[in-house]
């Protein structure tokens, strides 16, 4: 391994410092251990890994009150640890999740087993090697070196490392603001939902998540009298829920920017290629024109940035091959934008439906403020992003899906999803097959993280 590793520390000046071999293998060691550890949702154990987690920290000379391995439910344990600084400062949470999706052995390329971490051809691959054990490996591995280098920060740096977050009904950062609060509570907090883009190679984009779009759900619901479906009548609940949801279909929310997604549509519009791009760019002065706003918004990942969306994703109605329905249902999955009304988006979504079908929220939405773009943490995000990429702009990132960060922004504390690593353009592997990320990748965002962290923690 140390040869691979080697060449890419060479190539690399800015990890001059992470080319310390000792550094290197106690990092690799505790990712190898974390990915081999089987936190499969749903059958795995995050308990097994809180524990294994925990030792490395207690090795590196934490006091044992300050690491808890905490298992409110079998098998679903999380860690709570805990650098002491000197309180000036309210503290830094490090949040990453140690549960992971799952996958199969024969579903992965020859040679690679999901459940192992293999090294190959300049990637790590294995389930969780990116999607969340990589941070997770290096919050801890970057900690334990703090603590033995005796660190006293202006703030306390808490580690959790938490357990269903891909599924499950045991949610570790849920449960922790729920019943112990205090012992994640922070000013602010880094956690994934952020990556580099490159190209080729060569950093273009590096990705820091400020805010997260809000799951809503809600039923479409039409009834009838039924009867036998040798005398069908007019009133027919399936007929009545299909021709709502062709409107639903159709409908659409207004777009609406906020500094975040403007400045997102800067930076993507100054590297998109072809004729998308004067389109993106002048959506991000706020002067598109209506065909401009159409073109973007036939790119589903440009719509999701530029609106509020909803699909549908579930049908189901009738009773028997041979009688009349008595009920028609579908599932609506809508995605709010940080700060849009729930209940205007039920009644947009009644409006259309029409009278015949009655439309009914299935959760509640919680609102997800996002993190204040000019705060103090986001110039140090993009100071140490400058002095490791330079030229390299930060680009502020909505997550339409949701991650764990925006129960934190629920509860008050500021969170930006910043990892550090890189991954070339295109490439997603997350929950997929042969999920991998780049070796060299990987120890850049250690060393990113490091320094992000240190700095933070001394609150500049
Ligand atoms: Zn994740």
Not at 137 to 160: C, Q, S, T, W
Not at 180 to 195: K, P, Q, S, V, Y
Not at 227 to 248: C, F, K, M, Q, T
Not at 381 to 389: K, N, P, T, Y
Request: with cysteine.
């Amino acid at each position: 391994m140390r040869s691979v590793l080697g060449a890419v520390l060479a190539a690399g000046a800015c990890l001059a410092q992470a080319a310390e071999p000792a550094r290197v293998d106690s990092l690799l060691a505790i990712y190898r251990e974390l990915v081999d550890t089987d936190t499969m949702q749903p059958a795995g154990d995050t308990t097994a890994a809180a524990r294994a987690m925990a030792k490395h920290l207690l090795d590196a000379g934490f006091d044992a009150r300050d690491v808890e391995v905490i298992e409110p439910y079998p098998r679903r344990g999380n860690l709570v640890a805990r650098l002491r600084g000197t309180g000036e400062l309210r503290p830094l949470l490090l949040l990453a999740h140690l549960d992971v999706v799952p996958a199969r052995k024969e579903d992965w390329s020859d040679g690679l087993d999901p459940a192992k971490l293999t090294e190959r051809d300049g990637y790590f691959y294995g389930r969780g090697t990116l999607d969340d054990k990589a941070m997770g490996a290096i919050f801890v591995a970057n900690l334990a070196r703090m603590k033995r280098e005796g660190l006293r920060p202006r703030r306390d740096v808490i580690l959790a490392l938490t357990a269903d977050e891909e599924a499950g009904d045991h949610n570790g950062v849920a449960w922790l603001l729920a019943h112990r609060r205090g012992a994640i509570d922070a000013e602010l907090a880094l956690n994934e939902g952020g990556n580099g883009t490159w190209r080729d190679g060569v950093p273009f984009i590096h990705g820091v998540q400020v805010a997260e779009k809000v799951y809503q759900s809600y039923r479409l619901e039409a009834s009838s009298p039924g009867g036998h479906s040798s005398l069908p009548e007019r009133d027919n609940a399936i007929y009545d829920l299909a021709r709502a949801l062709d409107r639903v279909a159709a409908l659409e929310f207004p777009a609406r920017l906020s500094e975040a997604t403007r400045r997102y549509f800067a930076a993507i519009g100054a590297t998109e290629a072809g004729a998308l791009m004067p389109a993106l760019s002048s959506i991000s002065r706020g002067e598109a024109s209506v065909d401009e706003l159409r073109a973007a918004s036939t790119i589903p990942r440009f719509n999701a940035q530029l609106r509020t969306t909803c699909v549908a994703t579930r049908l189901e109605g009738g009773e028997a091959d041979n009688a009349l329905p008595s009920r028609a249902r579908a599932v609506v999955n809508c995605r709010l934008l940080p700060g849009e009304e729930p209940r205007f988006v039920q009644s947009e979504l009644q409006r259309a439906a029409g009278e015949r079908v009655k439309v009914t929220a299935m959760n509640e939405a919680h609102p997800s403020p996002p993190a204040d773009l000019g705060a103090p943490a986001m110039r140090t995000i993009e100071r140490i992003s400058r002095a490791m990429w330079p030229d390299v702009p930060v680009v502020p990132l909505m997550s339409a899906g949701a991650t764990d960060g925006a129960e934190l922004r629920n509860a008050g504390i500021a969170v930006y999803g910043v990892s550090g690593i890189f991954l070339e353009r295109g490439e997603n592997r997350m929950h997929g097959r042969d999920e991998r990320v780049p070796v060299k990748a990987f120890l850049e965002g250690a060393e990113y993280l490091d320094r992000l962290v240190r700095e933070l923690a001394a609150g500049r």
